[in-house]
């Protein structure tokens, strides 16, 4: 299987799961793990798919430097979503 | 007397630099529309979250299934011509700006639905960012159908490259969008 072929694979599996996980939450599916973290749990998810496209389509795979520099650029904006997110969904 | 061949750390980017100079601007673009949305939403989460709920959750997973099968149809594009498929490698372009177009009719029955429950850009704070991003979004999906149609037409290895990367891009930046405006509650 060609790389490409393997991260659609991917992509698609992540999507369904985060899908999965916002509607187990709004549909009560799951009551006993708290919001914030089913919604940690989906920008985690997000920035996997962020970099698969990245390395996988994009091709930074090949240039190692720049997916490094790309891959932690990445992480600290995932940082960043997170951090507003919980500041949101922790106030009273 | 020659000059000495210096390599730079730019060439090892695959593709033009041009292209990654747009990419890299675009997603400097949408990361700030995504943070700032959440920046608002700080304001009053329980009102974000119950705008949400207006949102159809099921019409953008099927966009992201959509969207990021026509990102793998143009990686698969761009490898056919490389490897001197040219027909095939039309077709497998083709696909992919089809179902940019199919992500453009989901999309515009969104935003029909919207309008007839009377929600607009100023109905709340979430939906100006909601229309402001994911139109944004849209109108990048309609210039890459037609980039890719254009590459598609001319299938030059190095054009389809800078092409699909600009696909790819838009393929990256919903991965984004999706969840943040539609999932987080």
Known sequence: MIAATRAWFWLLSLSAASTALAASLTTGMIVDVAPALVGAMILILAWVKARLIL???LRLSDAPAFRRGFGMTLALYACLLLALYLAGTTRP | MSAPDTESVFDELPGDLMI???????LLVFGAGLAAFLGVR???PAAFAAAQDHLHRSAAGVNTVV???SGWLAALGARAVNLGSIAQGRRLLAGAAALGVVFL???WAEYADKAAQGIGVETHPFFTFYYLITGFHAAHVAAGIVVLALVAIRARPQEV??????WHMVDLV???VFPVIYLLR
Not at chain 2, 20 to 26: A, K, P
Request: charged fraction near 15%; hydrophobic fraction near 60%.
């Open chain 1, 55 to 57: 390395n996988a389509y």
């Open chain 2, 20 to 26: 990654w100079v747009l990419i890299v601007s675009e």
């Open chain 2, 42 to 44: 700080l304001t009053d």
């Open chain 2, 67 to 69: 969207l990021v099968t």
């Open chain 2, 105 to 107: 009719a989901v999309k």
């Open chain 2, 161 to 166: 490259e800078a092409g699909t990367a600009f």
């Open chain 2, 174 to 176: 919903w991965v984004l």
